[in-house]
């Protein structure tokens, strides 16, 4: 069974940047999309992005487009969320999720919920 942990979450001041890394063990990485998901205090977890299982496709929602950058190492069995320009708004827990398969879904939390999650890492920016 696929195990996902997210790292390099952290406090960083508004207009920096960081790498969040999604370390996947126990099933064939190359298989699935990755995406990533943020929940903020008291609020709803949403969509901010997502690759594909070779990295050649990508999508971001609009608030992060431009900012934020979804990779992937199937080598390393490893997918990245490079975050700059950072706004307090972004502040949350950042989960990555692996699809349950190589394509993705947009806006249907249905489609993840079928795959595999994180436990989340904090990223917490401030003003």
């Known amino acids: 069974q696929v195990q996902l942990v997210e790292s390099g979450g952290g406090l960083v001041q508004a207009g920096g940047s960081l790498r969040l890394s999604c370390a996947a063990s126990?099933?064939?990485?190359?298989?699935?999309?990755i995406a990533w998901f943020r929940q903020a205090p008291q609020k709803e977890r949403e969509f901010v992005a997502v690759?594909?299982?070779?990295?050649?496709?990508?999508y971001y929602v609009d608030p992060v487009a431009g900012r934020f950058t979804i990779s992937r190492d199937n080598a390393k069995n490893t997918a990245y969320l490079q975050m700059n320009s950072l706004k307090p708004e972004d502040t949350a827990v950042y989960y990555c999720?692996?699809?349950?398969?190589?394509?993705?879904?947009?806006?249907?939390?249905?489609?993840?919920?079928?795959?595999?999650w994180g436990k989340g890492t904090l990223v917490t920016v401030s003003s």
């Open positions: 999720a692996a699809g349950p398969g190589p394509s993705f879904v947009i806006g249907d939390m249905n489609y993840w919920n079928k795959g595999t």
């Open positions: 690759t594909d299982w070779s990295g050649g496709s990508e």
């Open positions: 126990g099933r064939t990485f190359r298989s699935y999309a």
